[in-house]
């Protein structure tokens, strides 16, 4: 089991920047791929990106393609998420999740263990 501690979240204008960050532990962290969901009010939690347990393959959902990007570094057991032009849409709690094995995965039942979630708020 691993567990994930998300961070980074917060208040922002339309149009801003915010970095989250994901801090891992219990498992050999660069075994296995990771993702970003989110869940806005009311909404199901949808797929935001994730990323390969090398960080050479990512896979974003088209919502959010060209604005945010994943990255990771095995050797801080930490995974990112860059969000830039950030719209009143983006506002939702953002979970890290840990993918059940080494594969790009995009469906929530490809994860296995979550963080507890950190708050996005963008304000037109």
């Known amino acids: 089991q691993v567990q994930l501690v998300e961070s980074g979240g917060g208040l922002v204008q339309a149009g801003g920047s915010l970095r989250l960050s994901c801090a891992a532990s219990?498992?050999?962290?660069?075994?296995?791929?990771m993702g970003w969901f989110r869940q806005a009010p009311g909404k199901e939690r949808e797929f935001v990106a994730s990323?390969?347990?090398?960080?050479?393959?990512?896979y974003t959902a088209d919502s959010v393609k060209g604005r945010f990007t994943i990255s990771r570094d095995n050797a801080k057991n930490t995974v990112y998420l860059q969000m830039n032009s950030l719209k009143p849409e983006d506002t939702a709690v953002y979970y890290c999740?840990?993918?059940?094995?080494?594969?790009?995965?995009?469906?929530?039942?490809?994860?296995?263990?979550w963080g507890q979630g950190t708050q996005v708020t963008v304000s037109s």
């Open positions: 990323i390969s347990w090398s960080g050479g393959y990512t």
């Open positions: 999740a840990a993918d059940k094995g080494d594969g790009l995965g995009y469906r929530r039942g490809d994860f296995g263990s």
């Open positions: 219990g498992r050999t962290f660069s075994r296995y791929a």
